[in-house]
C-alpha cells in the first residue's frame, strides 16, 4: 500500500511539473515557426480565438481603449486570458533575402546538390515577382489568400499567403542621393573565376550610372582591412573610383570582420545627412582570420550601426560560399543579403535595382498573423527559421525586425489544416512597421474568411502558385523525399517543374524559366 501510495504521489507530481512546464513554455515561446506545426492546444477546447494585433494609437503605439483590452461589456478576466493566448500566433521579422535560392542555383548547375542546412524557403519565396497592390506612401499594403491543396496527404490541408508590398521605386531622379561604402574580400578565394572579376565589372558599370550627387567610398580586406578611397562625391571624380576599381586584386587570407568594422568607421567618417548611408559588403564569405563569429564582428560596430542608422547590405559571390555567415550579417546588421553567379546577375543587381537596395520606407518591419481557433486546428510558418520573434515583442518597437525599400515584396506562407466544414473567419495579418526618418510607428491589416478560399492550389491566381512552386522546390531540396516532414500535398519534382513552365510561359517570365530550370535539373539527380 505504501508503495503503491508512493507511485501515484510521484505520477501526480510528474504530471504537476509536466503542467508547469507547458504553461513556462506557452508564456516564454516565441511564435509558431519553421520547427512543425503548432498543437491543437487549449484553445481548441475554449473556443476562443487570440487578439489579432489589435488597433492603438498612431504615433503612439498604445492601444486604443476598449479594443481587445477585455474592457468590452460583460468581458471577464478568464475571456483576456484566452485571448491573449498565444497559441495560435506567428511573430516574424520580415526578410527580402534572395541569397539561398540563388546559391542553390548555381550548385544545382554546377552537377552539386545544396546542403539542406542552406536552403531557406522564404528566400526562395521572395525571389519571384509578386503583383500586391502598392501603398501610397512608405509602409506597406497587405494581401491575404489561400488554397486548397491536392493530392493523398492534402486532408484538410491549405496553403495561406501573406503579401506585402511597399510602394513603387522612384525615378532614378527622385530617390535621395546615396552614400555607399562598398568593402570589397580580396582574399586568395576571391581570385577564383566569378568572384572578384564579377565585383570589378559590376561596380565599374554601376559608377557610370550612379548621379552626380553621389558619394561611394571602398574599403578591401585580406589579412588586415584599408579604405582605398574614402567618401568621394562622385560628379567629377568617377575616375578615381575607377581607378581603384581596376587596382583590386586578390591577395593573402579573409579578416572579414576587419573587413566590415573599417567599413563602417569609413561610413560614419563620410556620414551624409539626408542620403541613404549605407555599407555593402561583397565576398565569398569564407573568413579564417580574425573575428569570424557574425555577433562578435557587429558588436564591435553596434554604436555606428544605432546611431547612424546604417543598414548592411551583403552580396555573395563564388561556388564555395559561407552562406551562414553572410546570412547572420545580414540579419543582425539591419539589412539583407542576395546572391550572383554571373556578370548579367551582377549588373543587374547593381545598376537596375539599385534603388531596392539602398533606399529605405520601413525600418524594424515585424508581421504578426492571428489564426482562429474555431477554424483552425494546426498551421505552420513556412520559412523564416531565423526571424522568429516572441509574440509579445510584435510592438515592442526595441525589438529588432527587417528594413524593407521602396519596390519590394515580402511572402509569408502558411501550411494551414482548417476544422472540417470550417466557416467564418480564417486569420488576420498585420504589419508593423517604423517610419525611416521618424521612427514613428504604423500598422497595417488585413483579414481572411474560409469562404475566400481557393478550391484548388492549381487553379488559383498565378502568384500564389509561384509562392507555391517555391516553396515545395525549397521542402524538397531541405527535406528529400521523406513525406512524413514535407509540406502537404507536394507535388513531385517532375509535376513541379511543369507547373513552373507553364507559369512562366503565361507570365511570359524568364526568372520563372529559370526555376522550371533548376527544377528539372534537381530531378534529374534525384536519387531514384
Known sequence: MLERYRTRRLRAGLLALTAAGGLLLTGCSGSEGGAGYSSDGANKSRGQAPAPAPAYSQGTGEQRDGENEGENEGETDGDRERTSSPDYL?????????????????TLAEGGRPDPSTIRPEEFVNSFRQDYRRPDGNGFSVTVDGARTAGPDSGDWSLLRVGL????????????????????????????????????????????????????????????????LPMTRLGGHRDRVHD?????????????????????????????EGATNR?????????NTGDTDADTILE???????????????????????????????????????YVSSKSEARTLFCEQLPRNIDLTARDAKAQVAFDPETVSEFRLIGYDNR???????????????????????????????????????????????????????????????????????????????????????????????RSTSLPGRPSLRQLSGYAEKLAKDREDKDLHGLAQAIETADRGAPR
Not at 577564383?192 to 572579376?197: K, N, Q, S
Not at 555599407?279 to 573568413?287: G, N, P, T
Open 90 to 106: 506567428s511573430t516574424f521579422a520580415l526578410d527580402v533575402d534572395t541569397a539561398s535560392y540563388g546559391y542553390a542555383r548555381r
Open 300 to 338: 564591435r560596430i553596434a554604436d555606428s550601426r544605432r546611431e547612424h542608422g546604417i543598414t548592411l547590405f551583403g552580396v555573395g559571390v563564388g561556388s564555395d560560399y559561407g552562406d551562414a555567415l553572410m546570412e547572420r550579417l545580414a540579419d543582425k546588421g539591419d539589412g539583407h543579403t542576395t
Open 388 to 482: 522568429q520573434v516572441a509574440d509579445e515583442d510584435f510592438r515592442d518597437d526595441r525589438v529588432d525586425g527587417g528594413e524593407v525599400g521602396p519596390g519590394h515584396t515580402v511572402t509569408a506562407l502558411y501550411a494551414v489544416r482548417t476544422r472540417p466544414g470550417a466557416l467564418g473567419h480564417l486569420a488576420t495579418a498585420t504589419v508593423r512597421w517604423l517610419d525611416p526618418d521618424t521612427r514613428t510607428p504604423h500598422e497595417e491589416s488585413a483579414r481572411l474568411e474560409a469562404r475566400s478560399f481557393h478550391d484548388d492550389l492549381w487553379t488559383s491566381p498565378e502568384g500564389l502558385q509561384v509562392a507555391a512552386v517555391a516553396a515545395y522546390f525549397a521542402d524538397a531540396l531541405r527535406g528529400g523525399d521523406d
Open 244 to 272: 581603384a576599381v581596376d587596382e583590386l586584386e586578390p591577395t593573402d587570407s579573409t579578416n572579414l570582420g576587419a573587413g566590415v568594422e573599417t567599413g563602417y568607421a569609413t561610413a560614419v567618417e563620410g556620414l551624409r
Open 279 to 287: 555599407v555593402v559588403l561583397l565576398s565569398d564569405a569564407l573568413a
Open 165 to 228: 508590398a511597399t510602394r513603387p521605386e522612384e525615378d532614378e531622379d527622385e530617390r535621395p542621393p546615396a552614400a555607399l561604402t562598398f568593402v570589397i574580400d580580396v582574399s586568395g578565394s576571391m581570385g577564383e573565376p566569378g568572384r572578384l572579376d564579377l565585383v570589378r565589372d559590376a561596380l565599374d558599370v554601376m559608377t557610370g550610372r550612379l548621379r552626380d550627387d553621389d558619394s561611394v567610398a571602398i574599403v578591401t580586406f585580406s589579412d588586415e582591412a584599408e579604405t582605398v
